[in-house]
């Protein structure tokens, strides 16, 4: 069994939960600390009380890393790409869950395994619209040509990996791109080039992923 997903699970179910008003993450990485001064509150027992101390360290570090890697890790499959490419009607809406930053015009945030919609408009963009709240949004565009890489694969988290797709393009929507998205024309010169980044889009079932990697095909460079 992989044990990467049940932590990345465990680290991110504690960072959003409280007790008694403070996070139960803090309670968890101090609970070695505290019991190895109750130790040697008690006995005088340096040696537990160090121990206490490292492993609160370590797990400081721990969850460092597992916040900083997005609470979760994907791993490729080595599925190959389907030989049939079909694009998906258009202004026909798909229901994902998106991980990933998403923008609007001058602000962005990481989001995790959110609620999502992704459709794609007559030019051959594709949008995808994720929920934070009722009514509040943040968005991602992919534009026709700029997509780099699509990779089949899972994201590690929780006890059963999560079938999943990566991917890879050129960005031009966000706050870097924010007083040139205002502007009614910008000379290609002058605005900055597209931001590359990565997103990952998690579906319900196997089919309607794979009718989405049909589509964006029709849209990738040969070789991606």
Same mark, same amino acid.
């Given at each position: @069994?992989? &044990?990467?997903?049940p932590?990345?699970?465990f $680290?991110? /179910?504690? #960072? ?5 008003? *403070? ?12 019991l ?10 340096v ?7 490292f ?5 400081y570090?721990f969850?460092?890393q597992?916040?900083?890697?997005g ?10 790409a ?10 026909q ?17 990481? @989001?995790? &395994? ?6 794609? $408009?007559? /030019?051959? #963009? ?5 929920? *934070?709240?009722p009514?509040?949004?943040?968005y991602?565009f992919l ?47 002058e ?18 992923r794979r ?14």
């Amino acid at each position: @069994m992989n &044990l990467l997903g049940p932590l990345f699970a465990f $680290v991110f /179910i504690n #960072d959003h939960k409280r007790f008694l008003g *403070i996070r139960r993450s803090h309670l968890i990485r101090l609970l070695p600390l505290g019991l190895g001064l109750l130790a040697y509150a008690l006995n005088r027992a340096v040696a537990l009380l160090l121990i206490g101390l490292f492993l609160t360290l370590l797990l400081y570090l721990f969850w460092r890393q597992v916040r900083r890697s997005g609470y979760t890790r994907f791993r490729p499959d080595g599925e190959p790409a389907p030989t049939e490419k079909q694009q998906l009607p258009n202004e026909q809406r798909i229901d994902m869950r998106a991980t990933g930053v998403f923008s609007i015009v001058d602000r962005e945030d990481h @989001m995790f &395994l959110r609620t999502a919609q992704m459709w794609r $408009v007559p /030019i051959g #963009d594709y949008a995808i619209m994720v929920a *934070i709240a009722p009514k509040r949004y943040r968005y991602e565009f992919l534009n026709r040509g700029d997509l780099e890489q699509i990779e089949s694969g899972h994201l590690l988290f929780g006890s059963h990996p999560l079938p999943t797709l990566a991917i890879t393009f050129g960005s031009t929507w966000g706050p870097r791109y924010a007083q040139y998205q205002r502007a009614y024309y910008v000379h290609p010169d002058e605005s900055p080039p597209p931001m590359r980044k990565t997103i990952y889009l998690t579906f319900a079932d196997e089919e309607t992923r794979r009718r989405v990697w049909q589509s964006l095909l029709t849209d990738v460079p040969p070789g991606a």
